[in-house]
């Protein structure tokens, strides 16, 4: 089968290899039709990420099922599904306790598409075929009706948007409706998700931010938009907010709006490694802070409800092209981009 590879800085290629098989009576072999590029995956092509090349590309996407083992009852060849970017058995601790990117029957950080870092390289989705080890406990079947551009980034970007908003719905339900806001400090395509769902949860939401092509996605996924580089506290204060630019100074910004005893979700990657908090003035006015990798798996089935609700995030995506342009158009992606085939 054909896969695509980051050969080099700034070149993709495809590379011919085996066909996956299956060897165990739990798996399953999907055909990706839809692959998004993560935040990541940009990082990496514009050179703010430096891993070292050599590995396959794309971990998130959706498929279709061509294959299963005996004992998979979830899913059956011809299934659309989404592939959640992290692998997990579904049967250790971790994993019943909800925290799938930590499956405890493999090594931490096992993934696809991203080699460098992961524990257990499960190969890239930018290829023609993917083999999924568990299929029972990690693949998850596309509503009917759901744009599949719109839902192409469901392997990680937009749940990873989702655990700055979701897991906070009872918290907000309970304020006075006019309190129930969010600010979402936006980069990239995660802060565009966040404003989708929390707009469709129907909270009010304010985008911060100064790039002219997401701030018109934003509006059009609901927000009020504000065209300066970080919050300040004429905006404020927010029960919720939503951190996503990796820029201390941008964090710093956030954290000051965020009202006493609110929370401040982080879903950036800090590569320089330290980061200044401002921890007596958090704790002294109770502020949360959160982040972490999400855990793809275990929050999917919370957003799937959402878009079988109506909830529309196609805004949030940058490009759509064809499969076969991908070694050409990856090194330049500089926002949400679906490859289609």
């Known amino acids: 089968m054909r896969q695509l590879m980051f050969s080099d800085v700034g070149t993709y290629v495809w590379r011919e290899t085996a066909d996956p098989e299956i060897t165990a009576p739990e798996q399953a072999i999907v055909r990706p039709l839809l692959v998004a590029c993560c ?59 909800g925290v799938t990117g930590s499956c405890a029957a493999l090594p931490l950080m096992a993934m696809y598409g991203m080699a460098p870092l992961a524990g257990l390289d499960g190969g890239g989705f930018m290829a023609d075929l993917v083999h999924v080890p568990y299929a029972d406990a990690m693949l998850v079947p596309v509503p009917r009706g759901v744009d599949l551009v719109g839902v192409a980034s469901l392997s990680d970007n937009i749940v990873d948007a989702w655990r700055a908003v979701g897991p906070y719905q009872s918290e907000i339900d309970a304020l006075d409706e006019a309190d129930r806001r969010v600010l979402v400090a936006g980069r990239q395509s995660i802060g565009l998700y966040a404003v989708g769902l929390a707009a469709a949860l129907g909270y009010a939401v304010d985008y911060v931010d100064t790039d002219p092509q997401r701030m018109a996605a934003a509006e059009k996924l609901g927000a009020t938009v504000h065209d300066t580089p970080k919050p300040d506290k004429a905006l404020g204060p927010y029960p919720i907010t939503v951190h996503t630019s990796a820029d201390p100074a941008v964090l ?61 995030l196609a805004p949030a995506v940058d490009r759509v092209v064809p499969w076969d342009a991908a070694p050409d158009v990856w090194p330049a992606m500089t926002g949400k981009t679906v490859f289609t085939r």
């Open 39 to 97: 935040d990541l995956d940009v990082a990496v092509a514009e050179g703010r990420l430096p891993l070292p090349p050599g590995h396959a590309v794309g971990h998130e996407g959706i498929g279709e099922v061509v294959a299963v083992g005996d004992a998979v009852r979830g899913v059956v060849p011809g299934d659309r599904v989404v592939i959640p970017f992290q692998i997990s058995c579904g049967q250790c601790r971790e994993c019943r306790r």
């Open 252 to 312: 710093a910004a956030t954290l000051r709006v965020t009202w006493p005893d609110g929370v401040c979700t982080d879903t950036g990657i800090y590569y320089q490694g330290t980061v200044e908090m401002p921890l007596l003035p958090m704790y002294t006015r109770g502020v949360r802070f959160v982040t972490g990798r999400v855990n793809a798996r275990a929050v999917i089935p919370d957003v799937v409800e959402l878009l079988e609700a109506g909830c529309d």
